[in-house]
C-alpha cells in the first residue's frame, strides 16, 4: 500500500485511501458506486522498520507500507488466527523498503563489517591452523577411546559394586570399583 506521512499531536501516521464497490459489477461503468475512504494509521516506530536516514522523512512523503496488527508487548500479531489474542490490539502501518533500499542497506552494512576489519586477508583461516598434525593425532585418539569403550565388557565382579537406595531386593545400579576404573584406564591406553 501507498500513503503520505504526516504529524499529528507530535505522532508519525500514514494517511491513505480505500476504495470499496457495492451495488453490481465494477467492470460495467455505472452499475456500481464508488466508496473512497481517507484513513490514518500510526505508524510503527521499532528499530527494525524505522528509517535510520530520516532526511527524506518529511511530512507528505509518500511512502510504502503494510498494514500491522500489534499488541501491548508490540509483537506483530496474526490478524486471521483466532487462536491469538487480540484484545487490545492496535493496527499500525509498517513501512516497507523496495527491493533498492533493501540492497543499500546489505551495502551498507558490509561496508561498516570492512571499517571494522572483518575482511582483512590477516583474518585468513588456513587450513593447517584448525586442523594440524597435533589436532590429528588427537582426534585419532578419539576415536580409538570410543571404539575401546565401546566394545569393553565388564564381567569380574572386583570391576563393579552394586548399589541400592534401600528399597526392594535387587540392585538398583552399578558403580565402578578403583579396581574398574583402573582396568578401563589400562584398556584406553592400549594402542
Not at 34 to 44: A, F, H, I, M
Not at 154 to 175: C, I, R
Request: charged content about 30%.
Amino acid at each position: 500500500m501507498k500513503g503520505k506521512l504526516d504529524k499529528i499531536n507530535g505522532k508519525w501516521v500514514v494517511e491513505y485511501s480505500t476504495s470499496s464497490y457495492s451495488g453490481g459489477n465494477p467492470k460495467q461503468l455505472g452499475s456500481y458506486t464508488k466508496k473512497v475512504r481517507q484513513k490514518t494509521l500510526p505508524l510503527l516506530m521499532d528499530s527494525t522498520t524505522f528509517p535510520k536516514d530520516r532526511s527524506n522523512f518529511v511530512i507528505g512523503s509518500r511512502v510504502k507500507f503494510t498494514e500491522v496488527l500489534v499488541n501491548t508487548m508490540g509483537r506483530e500479531v496474526d490478524p486471521n488466527n483466532l487462536g491469538q489474542n487480540h484484545s487490545e490490539c492496535v493496527w499500525y502501518a509498517k513501512l516497507v523498503e523496495d527491493k533498492d533500499e533493501q540492497k543499500q542497506h546489505l551495502i551498507d552494512m558490509m561496508k561498516q563489517d570492512e571499517e571494522l576489519g572483518l575482511y582483512d586477508e590477516s583474518r585468513e583461516i588456513k587450513l593447517e591452523d584448525v586442523f594440524n598434525d597435533e589436532k590429528r593425532e588427537g582426534v585419532k585418539r578419539v576415536i580409538h577411546q570410543y571404539k575401546v569403550l565401546k566394545g569393553l565388557s565388564l564381567v569380574n565382579p572386583a570391576h563393579l559394586q552394586m548399589t541400592s537406595n534401600g528399597h526392594g531386593e535387587f540392585p538398583d545400579a552399578y558403580k565402578l570399583t578403583e579396581k574398574g576404573i583402573q582396568y578401563i584406564i589400562e584398556q584406553l591406553n592400549k594402542e
